[in-house]
RNA sequence: GGCGCGAUGGCCGAGAGGUUAGGCACGGGUCUGCAAAACCUGCUAGAGCGGUUCAAUUCCGCUUCGCGCCUCCA
C-alpha cells in the first residue's frame, strides 16, 4: 500500500515516490548545539525518527542527513562567555544531543555534518550565485541574496510578496540591504566573532544560517532529493531561504516534499524560561522518568498537532507501558524455547493490518496505537497461546517495535539478594509460614522494591 | 493587519456522512493466605449558531475561544 504524506509545498496528501528507485534521500534540519536540546527539539526529532523508521518498516531504502549547527550568533556568544574556543565549546553539546538521541532510543541517521565542517561548499554555492547575478555584496562585507531576482520567492510559506515589503518587523540596522527582505548568505566580519572567521572570495566572515543546509543536502543527497523535514517554525524563513539559494544556484527543484511537525506545548503555554515550562530531556530524566517513558510522550501525537506535553501524561504513559509489558512477557513465556513459528492468529493479522493503514496515512500514530492496544485486548483473550503460536506473535512484536522503538521491555536488574528473599517467601508461602513471607515482603518493599505474584513466580519491580 | 492550524466523554487523543477507536482515571467482576498486578466488563462525547442531507460529531458558512508563523526559535 502506498505512503501518504501531507506535503507543505502543496498543503495536501501526496503519495511518496522516491525520485530514484526506492532510495528515499531526505534532510532533516538539526540541533544549534550551544546548549542541551529541550523536549521540543527532540519533538522534532522524534517526529523524523518515527519517519524513517516508518520508511524502512516499508522496504524504502533511507539516507538521512541532520546538520548539527555549530556556528551561529548564539554558539559564538556561548563560547565567548565560557573562554572556550568554538570548537570545544559545541562539542559539549554534540555530545549530549548523541547521548540524547541514544536515551530517546532515536535511530542515527546516516549523516552528521557540521556546519564548520562544510564552509569550502558554502562557498562554492554562494560563487555559483554571483556568477548568476543573485548574490551582492554589502559595504560591510557581507553577502546578500536578492529574492528579487528568484521569482519563485515565497513559495514555500506562501507569501505575499507585495505584503511583504511593507509590513513586518525590519531590523534597523540593515541597511546595507537592497531590499529589508533579503537574506545574508555569509556575514562579514564582525568585532564580535573574535576569532570564529573564515576566509572567503569576499573576505572574512562566516557563513549566514540557511547557507548550511543547502551545502550539506548537496553534498551528501545531491542537487535534488526527496524529502526535507523541520518545525513548523522553519517555513519561513529557513526553508523558503534555503529554496531560494539551491534552486536558485543549481537551477533544478531542491527538494520534492517537505514535511514539518508542529511545536511541543508544556501544560498548553509555550515553553518559555520565564514561565518556568522549559525543559532538557535531562531535567526530565533528573525527575524520575525514563527515555522510554519520554519516547512514548513525544512518538504519541500525530506530528502536524502540536503536542502538550504533561507530567500527568508522563504518569499515564507509564501504566500504558505496563500494559504492553505485561502482554509481550506472557507471550515471551509462552514461546518458551521454541524456534519454529506457527501461523499469525487472525486478531494478530489484524493488527498488523491495521496498524500499517494508520501509519501509511501520513503516520497516523493514534490509529496504530489504537490497533496496537486492540491486539493487546485480543490477545489477552487467545491465552493460553502454544508455543509456535506465541513465537509469531512474539516476532510481529519485534517488528512493530522496529518501528516504534518503545515496545520492548529495560531489562530489570534486580539485585541478587533481593531474588533470593523472594524465593525464600516462596518458600515460607508453601510452607504457610505467612508470618515469614510478610516479613520478607516488608523487607523487599524496604530495599525499594514490590514483589507480586504471578503464576509464573513472583516479580520484582523497582518502586 | 497578513498567512495557517485547532476546539471530541473526568483527562489525553483517532477514524468514518448512518454501524465499538484507543490510552489513562473511575465503577463492577475473576483470580488470590494477604497484597498488588494482570485479565474480563461497564462508562457513549464532539465549542456556539445557521446551512446541505433521509441522516452531521463528520461536509459548508459564520461566531467565540486557543495556538503558530510573519527575517537567523524544532
Redesign the pocket.
Known sequence: MSFKIYNTMS?SPEELVPLKDNHVRMYT????VYNY??I??Y??YMFEDLLRRWLKYKGFKVTQVQNL?DV???TIRGSRESGLPLRDYTQKYKDAFFEDLKTLNIEPAEFYPAATDCIPEMIAIIEKLFTKGRAYKSDDGSVYFP?DKFPEYGKL????RE??RS?????QDEYDKEN?????LW?GYDEADGDVVWDSPWGKGRP??HIECSAMSMKYLGETFDLHT?????????HE?EIAQSEGANGCLYSKYWM??????VD????SKSLGNFYTLREILEKGFTGREIRYELI???Y?????F?F??L???R??L??LD??YA?VKDAAGNETSAGELPSWAGELEKRFAE?LD?DL?I??G??A???G???G??AFPMNSKTALAVSNLWKKLDSVLGFLMPPAAEVPAELIQMAEA?VAA?KAKN?AE??RL?DAITAAGW?????PTGPKLKKV
Open positions: 498543503r534540519c538539526g540541533p544549534t536540546a529541550h521540543g527539539n519533538r522534532a549547527t551561529d550568533d548564539k529574492i510559506a506562501r507569501l505575499d505584503g511583504m509590513g513586518a518587523r525590519v531590523a529589508a527582505a533579503d537574506f545574508a556575514k549566514g544560517w523541520g518545525g513548523v517554525d522553519n517555513i519561513f524563513p529557513h531561504d514539518h511537525c508542529a511545536h511541543l506545548q498548553g503555554k509555550k515553553m504519541g501525537t500525530h502536524r498537532q502540536s503536542l502538550n504533561t500527568a501524561s504518569n499515564a504513559n501504566a500504558a505496563a500494559r505485561e502482554f506472557k494508520a496515512d497516523n493514534a490509529g496505537l489504537g496496537l492496544f486492540d493487546v485486548h485480543e489477552n483473550k517467601r508461602k505467612f513471607a510478610d515482603r514490590t514483589v507480586q505474584d504471578t
